[in-house]
């Protein structure tokens, strides 16, 4: 059994660490199950264990914390759906690579509810979303906006920390970093490709997309 919370009030970051830390050694112990926990931050930037100084552009504009996931700078806020996944890959088979192409194939079936496609693109983590409404790139390439960014950490690989989503942020927090370091391509939501989708709506599609994506861990080799 996965445990599904969601919490309606903004979660302040140093609480959730500290509840995915003990949570996680829980599962671990075999004392607590797994756990998705669907949240939203108030204004922060994170940064990641690959994260370049000069790619927080702002520092003084949102708190920065440095988180031990994977990735670089990511920001967070209202109005994004945060989803950290606590699952036990010891009994979900012990690949690390297999696990992220879920976490991916997750959230674009979750999209796909909304007729959004969803991405993955070579080097470029997350889901990405072409954009031909846009002008092209300066090398002639249609225009590309991430919309969900994943960071994963294990620990007795039990993961921590997760997806998230963009829903109806504020998109102009995203420009005091260079989000996953990546400044060739821009940022986008499901509002601001004119969905009026809610919270609501992408946690219902998340739950529904989970069952699909994710074997039974009883079965995993």
Not at 18 to 32: C, L, N, P, Q, S
Not at 121 to 138: H, I, L, N, Q, Y
Request: glycine share 8%; proline share 5%; hydrophobic share 40%.
């Amino acid at each position: 059994m996965v445990e599904w919370i969601t919490s309606e009030q903004l979660v302040p970051y140093e609480e959730a660490i500290t509840f995915m830390e003990d949570r996680v050694a829980k599962i671990a112990a075999g004392e607590a199950e797994e756990c998705i926990w669907l949240l939203e931050h108030p204004p922060l930037y994170t940064a990641g264990t690959s994260a370049k100084r000069e790619d927080l552009t702002e520092p003084e504009r949102f708190p920065v914390y440095e988180s031990k996931r994977g990735g670089q700078y990511t920001y967070h806020g209202p109005g994004q759906r945060v989803v950290y996944v606590m699952l036990d890959l010891n009994r979900r088979g012990k690949d690390i690579r297999r696990f992220v192409t879920q976490l991916e194939t997750w959230v674009i079936d979750a999209l796909a509810s909304f007729n959004i496609s969803g991405e993955i693109r070579e080097g470029r983590v997350g889901v990405w979303v072409s954009r031909p409404d846009r002008p092209k790139t300066a090398n002639g390439q249609i225009a590309e906006d991430k919309i969900a960014a994943i960071g994963i950490r294990l620990r007795k690989w039990v993961s921590f920390h997760g997806i998230s989503i963009n829903v109806e942020p504020e998109l102009s927090h995203f420009t005091g970093i260079v989000p996953c370091g990546i400044s060739d391509f821009g940022v986008t939501s499901l509002v601001d490709l004119g969905l009026p989708v809610t919270l609501e709506d992408v946690d219902v599609a998340l739950q529904q997309s989970f069952q699909k994506t994710f074997s039974d861990p009883h079965s995993a080799g």
